[in-house]
Nanobody, 127 residues
Framework: QLQLVESGGGLVQSGGSLRLSCEAS????????LGWFRQGPGGEREGVSC????????IIADSVKDRFTISRDNAKNAAYLQMNNLRPEDAGVYFC????????????????????WGQGTQVIVSS
């Protein structure tokens, strides 16, 4: 079964940290760029951070720069999003997506040619 599965979400206090994981099964994640997206209540899904196939380049949204770090471990067929100093506005459902290439639109990362989306993991930040 070809899928991406996110995990690591939960409830955290403002200023706390979470590490999200995105694990691929049924396909080789290294063949794709990878992005993390979040969707707040009633809002659009926006690109938080993207990383190249090899992990040697990445895009990070200004709103999370210096707080979030994207990484990947192709040997484990997985990618991660380390989120530090979380704020209430970071809350939402976080999705990972694998696709052909990454680019930026208005400072947010975009994955072009999406191959698979994960089902999402919820992040709640209490103030």
């Amino acid at each position: 079964q070809l899928q991406l599965v996110e995990s690591g979400g939960g409830l955290v206090q403002s200023g706390g940290s979470l590490r999200l994981s995105c694990e691929a099964s049924g396909f080789t994640l290294e063949d794709y760029t990878l992005g993390w997206f979040r969707q707040g209540p009633g809002g659009e899904r926006e690109g938080v951070s993207c990383i190249s196939n090899s992990g040697d380049s990445s895009i990070i949204a200004d709103s999370v720069k210096d707080r979030f770090t994207i990484s990947r471990d192709n040997a484990k067929n997985a990618a991660y999003l380390q989120m530090n100093n979380l704020r209430p506005e970071d809350a939402g459902v976080y999705f990972c997506a694998a696709g052909l290439r990454m680019t930026t639109v208005q400072g947010l990362c975009v994955i072009q040619g999406v191959y698979r989306w994960g089902q999402g993991t919820q992040v709640i930040v209490s103030s």
